[in-house]
Structures are given as structure tokens and as C-alpha cells.
């Protein structure tokens, strides 16, 4: 199967960090995305990790790959709220990506 | 400035009133595809392409058609809307071969009564 899973909902405080998590069932991906949607916006990439690496960091980003357990998750450090939107993790097969539900990220001043 | 382009934003129209989703990239990607969202099912894949004149089906093909008779443009068309395909739908777009993710439009919301 190809599902990718995320949890609905998170809320932290401004200046906290974030861990958005993500399971996927498909051990055949090749790359791992997150992308964030700001309310009436599309989709706008984050960043992205190859299948082999375990982790990626990005200015205030980190993304961690645990292949063993099929599970990606995204740490924003020091989460403004401009960070406040709904954050998807995908996953690139062969021909297609396949998006999780998406994790809703409210930031609390 | 590099961007995918759909159009329109909004629509509402009536049950069974064929419509077309217009989208347009200017990156000279291979890749472009359309996704509609609904709450909690998060992003679901309705069409693809990987190139001019080969079109595939995604995860919820039924009910739409698409066409790639040129690289930068890639319509999506519901026949007989019914109100299940009430949605927001995107395009995006992508080079093939390349692990840059998409470039998405900015969404059409579609409503159908």
C-alpha cells in the first residue's frame, strides 16, 4: 500500500519547537517532501530528503528519516507564528507522490 | 516568475454542466498532475502526466478527463459535475528525473449544487 499518515492537529507556543511526524507504509520511496499550505494558498515545498539520508537540516528545519520504522518527521525550531499553517509530508514512488492528510500547526503567542 | 496557473478560483455551478479547469505552467516541466483536497483525506491524486499525449490515472480518476496536447498545459474537465466532486483542486507541476517537488497552483475551489 502507499498510505502516508499524519496526525490532524498540533499546537505549540510561539518560540517552542515543533515536531510534526509522519508514518508511511511504502518502503519503496525515493524522496520525502514536506510542503506547508498557508490558509488560501497552495502547496509550497519545504524541503525534501533522499531515501538514504537519516537526516537533513535547513535553517530553522531539521528532517529525520528513520527507514526501519517508515516514520519522517520535521522539527521547526524556535516556531513563529508566521509558522502557522497546515503542513503535508509526501512521498515520491516511481510515477507518483502520495500526500499525507496534513498536520494543522496553530502557534500560540 | 516561474509558476503553475489555473484558473478559475472559484466556481460554482449546477449538477451535470460540463466545465474545464484550465492549467498552465511556464518551467517547461514534463511532469503535471491534478489533485483534489477535502478535509481530512488530505491531498488525493485525480490524473497525471508525464509528457505530452500520456496521461495516466491517478488514485480518484472517476468522474473527470484530462488532456496534454501541449507540455505547458494540462485542463482538467468534469463532464457531468455531481456535488461529490465539490473540492479544492490543484495542479502542479514538476521536472521528471529531478527530486525537486512540485510547484502548485494556487488552487480552484470548486462547488457544485
Known amino acids: 500500500g502507499e498510505d502516508v499518515e499524519q496526525s490532524l492537529f498540533l499546537s505549540v507556543r510561539e518560540g517552542d519547537s515543533s515536531v510534526i511526524n509522519c508514518t508511511y507504509t511504502d518502503s519503496s520511496s525515493t524522496y520525502l517532501y514536506w510542503y506547508k499550505q498557508e490558509p488560501g494558498a497552495g502547496l509550497q515545498l519545504l524541503t525534501y530528503i533522499f531515501s538514504n539520508m537519516d537526516m537533513k537540516q535547513d535553517q530553522r528545519l531539521t528532517v529525520l528519516l528513520n527507514k526501519k520504522d517508515k516514520h519522517l518527521s520535521l522539527r521547526i525550531a524556535d516556531t513563529q507564528t508566521g509558522d502557522s499553517a497546515i503542513y503535508f509530508c509526501?512521498?515520491?514512488?516511481?510515477?507518483?507522490?502520495?500526500f499525507g492528510t496534513g498536520t494543522k500547526l496553530q502557534v500560540i503567542p | 516568475e516561474a509558476q503553475v496557473t489555473q484558473n478559475p478560483r472559484y466556481l460554482i455551478t449546477v449538477t451535470g454542466k460540463k466545465l474545464t479547469v484550465t492549467c498552465s505552467q511556464n518551467m517547461n516541466h514534463e511532469y503535471m498532475s491534478w489533485y483534489r483536497q477535502d478535509p481530512g483525506l488530505g491531498l488525493r491524486q485525480i490524473y497525471y502526466s508525464m509528457n505530452v499525449e500520456v496521461t495516466d490515472k491517478g488514485d480518484v480518476p472517476e468522474g473527470y478527463k484530462v488532456s496534454r496536447k501541449e507540455k505547458r498545459n494540462f485542463p482538467l474537465i468534469l463532464e457531468s459535475p455531481s456535488p461529490n466532486q465539490t473540492s479544492l483542486y490543484f495542479c502542479?507541476?514538476?521536472?521528471?528525473?529531478?527530486?525537486?517537488?512540485?510547484?502548485f497552483g494556487s488552487g480552484t475551489r470548486l462547488t457544485v449544487v
Open positions: 509526501a512521498r515520491r514512488g516511481y510515477q507518483k507522490v502520495t
Open positions: 502542479a507541476s514538476r521536472p521528471t528525473g529531478d527530486p525537486s517537488g512540485y510547484t
